[in-house]
């Protein structure tokens, strides 16, 4: 393709772009394809002369759209949502176009120094303590493995990294049985064992009960097991519980254990004061992570990802071969040595057009008006005979069920008849919902 014709089909895509966003709600939010749809329609092998991009385009309308679940659709209420908006967009747009490789300051200041900044503007402005440092990880998934890690060779003065796990004590990780699975993926790939994550009882909030956290510690410490690590949650999977940070923060100090709080939903709502309260404590934590990308108007992916002690994470996970040393080493971040990843995507670049479209008291604005609307809602299930609340409205996820007195009140059958209701309701392409499952309901 010729710098013409991208010239032409970019601005056709752009018109196409807006219009998507401007009609989406015409769009079924749920693609209704039947699996292997789209795998069939497309050839059996790569084309091996180019093709024109007027028929890319045509492919892209016939084949690929109808197997488009539309998650910024105004029906989409499904998982946690992976929020866009179009200062973001055009922010990817330019990262696509510059197509920088941020690895090291050298290759490309801009991108380590942006990030740095804005990593600082976050902090600042969700009230993190401020000798933390921020650094912008894929997803909530890494930055939790990041923490685990560094746990890891924190407690083994930096020696597994070389040693291997072979003469390592036996760790043990905590959480809640309300945390996400993000927390068992990281435990399985730090080479911890997931037969030794303790999955602590929660209360009837869903949050996790510090006492049974306690406890917990003190029986492994007496099987001569060693405690490693808390993962505490502001804002479970399925409800949006808030486990209790003071206490937790307290136990770990009290055994010397690292704290990781993923935040990786409700980090957002730091910004607003009167929620603030539900991250204190947070002072007392090793790592924090949020996800600019679930509710802060940044397109996937974007995780912000804050440390206490920059240089416990950076042992983690510095290597330094001859080839990527370059002479300014001692005076820049060169964020390669900060997470897993050499090769790093400029995602600072669109924190920044979000920041300062929408200012933070622009996101404040909507996210108050999201919270509203939650709580309206939650209202309206109160008041309905055949529906009930089933966790606590913390935030802006409702969880509730269909209760009607028609149908034979054992679980099993109110599953079912949740079950039927759901899959009827996304069948429609207006709205699109997910379920959980909470204790034994
Ligand atoms: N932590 C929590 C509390 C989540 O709800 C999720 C995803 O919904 C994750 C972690 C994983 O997020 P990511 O997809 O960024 O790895």
């Not at 603030?276 to 600019?292: C, K, T, V």
Request: aromatic share 10%; proline share 5%; glycine share 4%.
């Amino acid at each position: 393709m010729n710098l013409e014709d991208f010239r032409q089909h970019a601005h056709q895509l752009v018109d196409w772009m807006a219009d998507y966003l401007q009609n989406i709600e015409q769009l079924p939010v749920k693609s209704q394809v039947a699996p292997r749809t789209i795998y069939q329609a497309l050839p059996a092998a790569a084309p091996e002369q180019g093709e024109d991009f007027s028929r890319i385009w045509v492919d892209l309308q016939q084949i690929i759209m109808p197997g488009i679940t539309h998650w910024q659709h105004p029906g989409f209420f499904a998982y946690f949502p992976a929020n866009s908006s179009p200062p973001s967009v055009l922010a990817e747009m330019l990262t696509a176009t510059l197509g920088a490789q941020c690895m090291l300051w050298e290759t490309s200041p801009a991108a380590a120094e942006l990030e740095e900044k804005v990593m600082d503007w976050l902090k600042n402005a969700l009230q993190l303590p401020e000798s933390w440092s921020g650094v912008i990880q894929d997803t909530a998934s890494t930055g939790t493995l990041c923490a685990l890690l560094t746990a890891r060779e924190r407690f083994a003065a930096y020696q597994i990294n070389h040693q291997g796990l072979q003469n390592a004590p036996q760790f043990c990780v905590y959480t809640s049985t309300q945390a996400h699975s993000s927390i068992d993926k990281a435990v399985k790939i730090a080479g911890l064992g997931t037969e030794r994550l303790r999955k602590i009882a929660v209360d009837e909030a869903f949050a996790l009960q510090p006492q049974a956290l306690r406890q917990a510690i003190e029986v492994d410490l007496q099987a001569g097991l060693q405690p490693l690590c808390v993962v505490a949650t502001v804002g479970t999977t399925s409800t949006t519980a808030i486990d209790p940070l003071p206490e937790i923060g307290a136990i770990c100090q009290e055994f010397g254990l690292f704290l990781h709080v993923d935040a990786a939903y409700a980090g957002t709502v730091a910004l607003l004061p009167e929620k603030r309260h539900l991250f204190a404590g947070i002072e007392q934590a090793d790592s924090f992570l949020f996800n600019p990308h679930k509710w802060m108007l940044t397109n996937f992916d974007c995780t912000a990802y804050f440390v206490k002690d920059k240089s416990a994470l950076i042992q983690t996970f510095e290597i330094l071969p001859e080839y990527l040393k370059t002479a300014h080493d001692s005076q820049v971040n060169n964020y390669r040595d900060w997470g897993i990843q050499l090769g790093r995507r400029f995602r600072s670049l669109k924190l920044w057009f979000v920041l300062r479209s929408y200012g933070l008291e622009g996101i404040r604005q909507y996210l108050r008006q999201h919270l509203e609307l939650a709580s309206v809602f939650a209202d309206k299930i109160q008041q309905a005979a055949d529906f009930e609340l089933m966790a606590p409205v913390s935030l802006n996820l409702v969880c509730f069920r269909w209760k009607p007195a028609f149908i034979a009140s054992s679980t099993e059958a109110v599953n079912r008849a949740n079950e039927q209701l759901l899959k009827a309701l996304n069948n429609t392409g207006k709205v699109y919902l997910t379920h959980t499952k909470l204790g034994d309901a």
